[in-house]
């Protein structure tokens, strides 16, 4: 007896092993819809970002019935909603948690004024002395925070006379001990004044900013494309001759410590724009009409192959459509709203929209977070139409998969209840 339990046992134990062990096929992938009727009393939503936990943070605005229009900066996992922070229902960026990282510390807005959430329940006011601060670094575009608490957010000066002459980043990190302005990287943005600072029209001017930005990952490293502006207003008595130009000039890798490299682009010229950074250091992003990856020194490491249809570059208000986790998996938003995924091992792209349950005549408008686990989230239009609204798709394990595990189990109960028997 006591063998045949030693040898039953150590089958369920090898089994629960090879199930523990090896990563579940998956079968299909389910979206799940934050409005109603999927969720009860939701009128709107927008997810910007998940963690590795599968754990996603954005804002729902809810509206009982007799009741008043309420909006709430969450976290949301799998139909469970932490409420954060409420208050009344604004615009879609003043009351929304816009970053999280492993921990499930919460970056976002409350009366459009930037915090802090702490996993552990604390709001914290992100400040910066003597400027004005905000988690939005590139346009309407925010910047993350890592699990160090390390945030990127974008300083201006309350005083106009205190800006750097000749250029300005605006880019900063902030943590609980305070923030520190990324001066290293004023170079990249010149600007020039006209000849009358006060006098928009007085002469010819330029500026620079931040076109579009990855998270920030844990070693503060992240990645940023420069948008430059130049005017000129020829005779600033004809408002008709006035000449407006704009170029995308560089896009470069800030390397942690107080340095940058610039991206090289695959052919001199294209316009690039980061997308995403992972943990290695690796930038994910556009250059001209495709996907590429740079390291962390801003060589270019490859190319992504052509996905066979034409995916979207941009997406509701300027934000992502495409989105590489820490597999070197990508997932990408066609024009006509469906999703590709992009394996690195085979190097080719699969149209993931057949396996989507749920999505039915659905449609994708943004992919703004992209987990090891599959999951993504972002802004989707529900079959019934009516705008667009915070989703998660997540992956269904193959049901094979469940079955040898639930085996496992049933042969690890079945020995152990002979060798009581034995006893």
Known sequence: MTSTYRTVCCCGVAILAISAASPAPAAGRVIDYLINPYQVDVVDSWLFDINSEGRSTGYKVTHPAGGAFTQSVIRYRTGDTQFVASGNSGSPYSLAGFAINNLGDVVGNIDDLPYFFSSGGIQTPIESPGNGASLFVAGLVPGGVNDSGNVLISIFPNDPIDTPP???????????????????????????????PTDFNSGPSSSSGTS?????????????????????????????????????????IYDGVGSYHLLVAPTPGDEIRPMDIDEAGTVFGWAGDHLALWSSDGALLSVLPDPGTTLDDTGYNGFPTVQRNNLGQVVGVTLDGGALLYDPVANAWTDITPTIAGLSTGTFSTIQGFNDAGQFVGLARPPQGGGVYGYVVSVVPEPASLTIGASALILAMFARRGFRASV
């Open 212 to 252: 579009s930005v990855t998270h920030l990952n844990n070693a503060n490293q992240f990645a940023a494309g420069i948008h430059r502006f130049d005017f000129d207003p020829v005779d600033p008595d004809n408002f008709d001759d006035d000449i407006f130009t704009e170029s995308f000039t560089n896009a470069y």
């Open 166 to 196: 000749g250029g300005f980043s605006g880019l900063a990190l902030w943590s609980l001990g305070g923030a520190s302005s990324l001066s290293p990287l004023n170079p990249l943005y010149p600007y020039v004044n006209p000849p009358d």
